[in-house]
């Protein structure tokens, strides 16, 4: 059948899921932190940030790659600020993480992984209402 997974396919995302649940959460501690060093260690070399604004028909798109600008830009935007929520939650079918300002939904977030390291972050801004 085209398109549906495969049995294997289907036991790896079930035994990979915890795993991807706790690398979400040491990423997104990391970034909450601060620490550059700590954040650092978990980045893949290669690493990038991909911000996605606008309306989806028409998005904004804008990279950010490496280690020191990626961390930058994550340690910025995930930083500690009054009203502002860092969520652990699932975004699309996956662990992610929900930032929201006083209750609202400002951004989701996806982290992919090579081996145990940070590969490529997207973040998806939400439209202010």
């Known amino acids: 059948m085209a398109g549906s997974p495969s049995l294997w396919q289907t036991v ?3 035994v990979a899921r915890p795993n991807h649940v706790k690398a979400v959460h040491s990423f997104s501690a990391a970034a909450q932190s601060g620490d550059e060093v700590r ?6 070399p290669d690493v990038a940030v991909v911000v996605e604004a606008g309306e989806p028909a028409h998005p904004t798109i804008k990279v950010v790659k490496g280690v020191y600008e990626a961390g930058a830009l994550l ?3 995930m930083a500690p600020r009054a009203g502002v929520v860092v969520a652990e939650r699932p975004v699309g079918s996956q662990a992610g993480l929900v930032l929201s300002r006083d209750g609202q939904p400002t951004a989701s977030v996806t982290v992919d992984f090579t081996g145990r390291l940070v590969s490529v972050v997207w973040i998806k801004l939400h439209a202010a209402a």
């Open 12 to 14: 790896w995302e079930w």
């Open 75 to 77: 340690r910025h935007g």
């Open 39 to 44: 954040l650092g260690a978990l980045l893949d």
